[in-house]
């Protein structure tokens, strides 16, 4: 094993008893507010930092234009929202605008929509699945602007799912490094694609004895911190 992975092994064991105990603790009963706020964070943060995506979901929220009990068709939904997401943002002081207010408004709408039509709201539709992985290919259907990434990040957060892996640039940064990935190897494709990069990680998880969903965890918080310089691929003896 060469001395990059070396440092981040022996990182991960450093930090992993400390996630699994913090995991273990977390209550995941969430309301229904709090699950349509989650999942409005996970859809907002595609291509944008998710602080920004949070904030932004703050205003959503604020207009409870999501809220099961305030009854509007697709349009009226898509209106509200883009009111909210073309609201300045405070963040750290600083005042920003969220990137995709239209496009964004209307993956919400036609999100809330899709879901209510079949359950009273989002809660009792998590309540019938489940099955991690028949839930989350329910997400990626139903709600539009939803990748398996961002819907195994829904289900953590909100169910404490964690035999799902969430495989962000850091997460892939490792794998290329750990000789997981090819070097070069693009992020996965599809959702095919994204089960195929799941399944390598999770054999190498269970391999060295970790969940997956804490594992990759461990992944994402050492590979933020790692030297960046130490992660490129020259370095790597």
Request: proline share 4%; glycine share 6%.
């Given at each position: ?33 709090d ?121 953590r957060?909100?169910r ?31 959702y095919a ?14 391999a ?5 969903g ?8 050492t590979?933020?911190?790692?030297d ?10």
């Open positions: 094993m060469n001395y990059v992975c070396d440092r981040i092994h022996g990182a991960i064991a450093a930090i992993y008893p400390d996630i699994e105990q913090s995991a273990t603790a977390l209550n995941m009963h969430l309301s229904e507010q699950l349509w706020f989650e999942l409005s964070c996970c859809v907002l943060s595609s291509q944008v930092p998710y602080s920004l995506a949070c904030a932004a979901a703050v205003e959503v929220r604020k207009a409870r234009a999501l809220a099961p009990d305030l009854e509007l068709d697709v349009k009226a939904c898509e209106g509200l929202l883009l009111s909210a997401l073309s609201r300045p943002l405070s963040i750290a002081g600083k005042t920003r605008h969220y990137r995709f207010p239209k496009s964004k408004a209307r993956q919400l709408s036609l999100a809330k929509s899709s879901i209510l039509q079949n359950y009273d709201s989002l809660s009792a539709a998590l309540a019938s699945l489940d099955d991690a992985e028949l839930a989350r290919q329910w997400l990626v259907q139903k709600v539009p602007g939803l990748g398996p990434k961002q819907a195994s990040m829904f289900l957060n909100c404490g799912e964690y035999d799902l892996a969430i495989i962000d640039r850091h997460v892939l940064g490792y794998m290329h490094i750990a000789g997981l990935e090819e070097i070069g190897s693009r992020p996965p494709i599809g694609g994204y089960l195929r990069s799941e399944s390598v990680l999770r054999g190498h998880a269970s060295m004895g970790y969940r997956l804490l594992f990759d965890y461990a992944v994402w918080i590979m933020r911190v790692l960046p310089g130490m992660t490129s691929r020259d370095q790597v003896i």
